[in-house]
């Protein structure tokens, strides 16, 4: 199946699986960690796909905000209303972060065209 045509149901159903795309086999695990992404981070997909590694930072150590630890901040604009949104992380959010960041390198992905993203639910 062709990534444009991607739902929220194959996306699911597929943690644990490999599948082959382009003559590779790929881990399908990372279409339950963009969805614990997306999920944790509140927003559309198009808006978490899109994020830069220049838009998080990690802080060396979290930092005690009295009652939670911030570990670090994705800065982004939601594409719609240009809003600009700071969102400090917690520790998993964080281990997602640094996973997304890794994964987007590791494919060569700078930026995902909106045919890739659907919204159907």
């Known amino acids: 199946m062709p990534d444009s045509q991607v739902t ?3 996306i699911l159903g597929s943690a644990g699986r490999t599948h082959r795309h382009s003559k590779r086999n790929i881990d399908g695990n990372w279409r339950a960690e963009i969805c614990d992404l997306i ?17 998080g930072e990690l802080y060396g150590k979290p930092i005690d905000r009295g009652d939670y630890f911030a570990y670090g ?4 604009a939601r594409h719609k209303t240009k809003i600009g949104i700071e969102l ?14 890794e994964f987007k390198r590791k494919e060569t992905i700078k930026r995902v065209p909106p045919s890739v993203v659907r919204h159907s639910v």
Do not use: G, T
């Open 39 to 55: 999920y944790m981070m509140s927003q559309q997909p198009i808006d978490v796909l899109n994020l830069k590694e220049s838009q």
């Open 73 to 76: 901040v994705i800065r982004f």
């Open 88 to 101: 400090e992380i917690n520790e998993n959010l964080a281990d997602l972060w640094k996973w997304f960041v």
């Open 8 to 10: 929220r149901s194959h």
